[in-house]
Every structure is written in C-alpha cells, then in structure tokens.
C-alpha cells in the first residue's frame, strides 16, 4: 500500500506553465513505476505521461511530447510533471499512479495499483 498526494494544479492562460509534484509519505517512491493521467469532464482517462524506478525510461502522450517533462527527485521522494505551452485541452483532473509491476505496460491505467486523489489544471483565456 502507497498513500500518493498530488500538487502543483492551478489556473493559467494558455501558453502558460505548471509543475505537479506527486509525493509519497512513508514509501520510496523509487520502489515504484510512477505514471501521470488525467481525466477531462466527459471524458475517459488518457495517460499522459510516466517513468520508471530508475528514472531512465520515460514516457510521453504524443499530445504532450516536447512540451512536459516527467522527473524523479529521490533526494526529495518525489515526482515531477513540468508542464509547458499549456493549451485548453490540456485542463483536466491530474493523477499520479503507482504500479506494483517491475516494468509494466505504462500507458495503461490497469496496470497501477494506487492512486492520488488527482489535482486540478484549469487552461483558459
């Protein structure tokens, strides 16, 4: 079991800027293949983005390759989602995931285990 808490959501313009931290409380969040998803009013939940327990390995929605950036920070327990260039179908409920797998399909949402409650970025003019 691994507690995950979102943060970093927010209100920006387009062409504008965030950065979502996923943390764990009492887990290395090393031990765990993270992944972001998001989930849009009326909409199903797509993948966006993960990374692996090395942190070499990323992946990326071909929506959000060259604008976010996933990122580990071991010192901190945390992973990152930078995300730049930010356009309204961008504005969505974010959630950090977890799996129990070593290396698990990334872009599925059945292959995690646990789950943030989700943070908020709103894109808008």
């Known amino acids: 079991q691994v507690q995950l808490v979102e943060s970093g959501g927010g209100y920006v313009q387009p062409g504008g800027s965030l950065r979502l931290t996923c943390a764990a409380t009492?887990?290395?969040?090393?031990?765990?293949?993270i992944g972001w998803f998001r989930q849009a009013p009326g909409k199903k939940r797509e993948f966006v983005s993960a990374?692996?327990?090395?942190?070499?390995?990323?992946k990326y929605a071909d929506s959000v390759k060259g604008r976010f950036t996933i990122i580990r920070d071991i010192a901190e327990n945390a992973v990152y989602l930078q995300m730049n260039d930010l356009n309204p179908g961008d504005t969505a409920v974010y959630y950090c995931?977890?799996?129990?797998?070593?290396?698990?399909?990334?872009?599925?949402?059945?292959?995690?285990?646990?789950w943030g409650r989700g943070t908020q970025v709103t894109v808008s003019s």
């Open positions: 995931a977890a799996s129990g797998l070593h290396i698990p399909e990334y872009e599925s949402e059945y292959e995690y285990d646990y």
């Open positions: 990374i692996s327990k090395s942190g070499i390995t990323t």
């Open positions: 009492e887990r290395t969040l090393s031990d765990y293949p």
